[in-house]
């Protein structure tokens, strides 16, 4: 049994409102029942992709469609921006689909500079770029807008944006920027239970899909794309997620969009405050920190593990101990989702009760 809150950076903690959701009954997933879910979802999404193009529910974790953008638009080769554990793996998912693929990597923490992503592309090798905004095992968020200012000098390079960590927590105006599939996931910033993956596809792209072979069937963009003419997913949907989504967008909406950046901004300058304030500093630099969650450099060398462990059992507050090769030698923690100044600030005072401790 779960008897603590989520505070990691995904999956993050549901709503009680949005569980309650997942318990509407089913209807077919060709029924006009089903249509008027899928068109209701629809403005309100496009409004949050800030975009004129459809946006697609895909029954699966971001991953799926991140490896179907590389099967719907890689003709020649791609360029993978590596920057963390999200960003690193593209690569090798880019070969396994057997892509030609080459790596733009920065260590860890650092952002990709877009000068460098310019001369990179300048080598006309490639058709492909995949990023990531946010890095999510980093807590870095990448510069969106003069990387897409970049690419827009190579118009016959497709990018690729997972915004899985990021969205609805900035604004990502994907048509001015010029995006071509952004993408995000169910379990990250929209705080609902994972298996739902949202994407919108630019025309171009639709077009440049056509020509390319091997886009296999679940992840084909021309299957969702005439199916979301009817107001339908290709296969059988993850229906109760689909109403919690619904749900989830109307609160959205009544919150306020910008009133939930700002919200999402502040929440974050508060546990920025508490890093500094307690001699810890954040994993990248300042001026690249995400807004969606913080990555701490474990610069007091503290037993992380123990810290998270301890405030897990003794607070009900779960934290994360660090990803990957970086577990223990940063910890993070996510403002995504729900969070309120209440919520983030009885997080941070139960914290500093457990930290006197280790420290
Ligand atoms: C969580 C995450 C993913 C992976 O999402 P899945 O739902 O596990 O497929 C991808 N990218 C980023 C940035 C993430 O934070």
Known sequence: MIDYKLHIPGPVDVSDGAYQALTTPVMGHRSPDFVDLYQKCQPILQKLFMTEDPVFLSTSSAWGVMEGAIRNLCGKKVLCCMCGAFSDKWLDVAKRCGKNADALSVEWGSHIDPALLDQKLSSGEYDLVTLVHNETSCGMMNPLKEIMKVLAKYPSVFSVIDTVSSFSVVPIPKDEWGIDVMLTGSQKALALPP?????????????????????GYYFDFIEFLKNHEKGMTPST????????????????????????HQRHDQLNQRVHQWVESNGFELLPEKQYASKSLTCVSNKLEIDVAGFVKTLREEKKLSIDGGYGKIKGKTFRISNMGNESTDSIDFLLNQMDEILTRFK
């Open 195 to 215: 298996g739902l993956a949202l994407f919108s596809v630019s025309q171009r792209a639709f077009d440049r899909a056509k020509s390319i072979e091997g886009r």
């Open 237 to 260: 949907p993850v229906i109760p997620l689909i109403h919690s989504l619904h749900y989830t967008l109307e609160k959205i909406l009544e919150e306020g969009i910008e009133q939930r």
